[in-house]
């Protein structure tokens, strides 16, 4: 199994980031999805889970401002994360309730 995790950066508050995760190793058209992050000191909390059927579900803390999305024709899911603040700094893994993969740095500062 393989996630792999990019889009990060550095963006100021109020900025947006897409993050992709490529999938492989494993049947991605019938998996549960999620997007989880880790900030310094801080345990890794899950903030984003998306169906098979393509529902996402959302963490209090993301929820009107990120959209968790999946192309299965390409193995892929998304993160649009809209209206950053400076809270959402962390790095960020998929999964696939399995597998964490490798992480994406994401910095929301001035």
């Known amino acids: 199994v393989q996630l792999q995790a990019s889009g990060g950066g550095l963006v100021q508050p109020g900025g947006s980031l897409r993050l992709s995760c490529a999938a492989s190793?494993?049947?991605?058209?019938?998996?549960?999805m999620a997007w989880g992050r880790q900030a310094p000191g801080n345990k890794r909390d899950l903030i984003a889970t998306?169906?098979?059927?393509?529902?996402?579900i959302y963490a209090d803390s993301v929820k009107g401002r990120f959209t968790i999305s999946r192309d299965n024709a390409k193995n892929t899911i998304y993160l649009q994360m809209n209206s950053l603040k400076p809270e959402d700094t962390a790095v960020y893994y998929c999964?696939?309730?399995?597998?964490w993969g490798q992480g994406t740095q994401v910095t929301v500062s001035s």
């Open positions: 999964s696939n309730y399995d597998t």
């Open positions: 190793g494993f049947d991605f058209t019938e998996a549960i």
């Open positions: 998306i169906s098979v059927a393509g529902n996402g």
